[in-house]
């Protein structure tokens, strides 16, 4: 009898070990992905504008600032170190939308490595050739929304990289303006939002970036011949950044009605150039001023025999910015935006009609996000 419980005893103590040492490998197996989380976020600004239009001397020149954003986020992790995730945000802002309702925007899906070595996403994304860290007016002729679809990126070490294209089962229309992408046509009149569309077909971009101690470079390319490089220092407390652009859209159709329909269109060559230069300090106390000036030259010549929509067109910008960090979250900003932009539009015989606006935009706000 006492052999039998001394037996009895020594199995359930082993027992004991063998399911405390099961119990620790679930442990383990467990903690080797991460539970899916949701996250939510948001953020919003409140303040006035006021837009001082020579193309529009009669428009209202008062504004309301309102903008709101929520964010959803939505991560997790498998056993083998996939991570996969989704994303949207709703916005409801009266500097992007006419009548200032509530979109969607940015909404995506995404698996990756959970190290952020690598992540492919459809949806969402910036054009790769962002990462060459363009701004302003030297910026804003790459388009590139529909040509971010799909994205490849991710980081090793110092250096990050961003790959996208369009979607290939998808033949999208991309409105590109002839005046330059600016959406002040002097001679609307006599035609009404002239535009120039182009076959969304096999467009991408690519960027990388890379730091080194206090200097950073970044690189762009695009389907349209584009090239971007941002170069930026940041010493003893002052950020400078320089940037430089170049983008050519070639048999590109100038259309007279919108939508394009065919008729009385032709093709043009068009070539966009861009420089800008900024630099921002810290005033003390939390608060940084910063001051940019960017420039575009936009050159248009018609295909064929005509040349009433031929020539050049030039644009700049300068804004000059003030932000104090309120804490908690909360940030006032105050700034100056003068830009000056010359458009074209066709002549009756050769040569089409150089005109320019000027614009004047001062801004005061509260930023925050929670």
Known sequence: MRKFMV????????????LAM?????????????APSVAVGGSGKIGIRNVDDSSEPDAEQLKL????????????TTDGGLMFGAGMSIRDDTTESADGGPVVKGSHVFVGGADGSWK?????????IDLAG??????????????ATIALSGSFGDTSFRITTADPGTDIEIPVRIDGFDTNIAARD????AVAV?????????????SINTISVGVGMDSEDGLAIGVGTDLSGVSTFLYWSKSEFSDVTIAYDEPANGEGDTKA?????????????????????????????????????????????????????????????????????????????????SGGVVSSTDTTTLEAAIAFSF
């Open 269 to 349: 060559s068009q070539e966009n150039t861009g420089l800008g230069v900024k630099a921002s300090m810290s005033a003390g106390e939390g608060a940084t001023f910063s001051v940019g000036y960017s420039t575009r030259k936009f050159e248009q010549v018609q295909i064929g025999s005509l040349s009433n929509w031929d020539g050049t067109a030039k644009t700049k910008l300068i804004e000059v910015d003030f932000t104090y960090d309120l804490g908690g979250g909360a940030t006032l900003s105050a700034g100056i935006d003068k830009k000056d932009a010359e458009s074209i539009t066709a002549a009756s015989v």
């Open 134 to 147: 363009g701004f302003g007016v030297a910026d804003d002729h790459f388009g590139g929304g529909d040509d």
């Open 7 to 18: 037996f009895a005893s020594a199995f359930v103590f082993s027992g004991s070990i063998a």
């Open 120 to 128: 492919l996403q459809f949806g969402g994304n910036d054009p790769g």
């Open 22 to 34: 099961e119990g620790d490998a679930m442990d383990e197996e467990m903690m080797m992905a991460k």
């Open 198 to 210: 182009k076959a969304n077909e096999n467009d991408w971009s690519v960027g990388v970036s890379h």
């Open 190 to 193: 006599a035609y009404a939002a």
């Open 65 to 76: 600032v309102r903008a709101y954003r929520v964010t959803f986020d939505s991560t997790g």
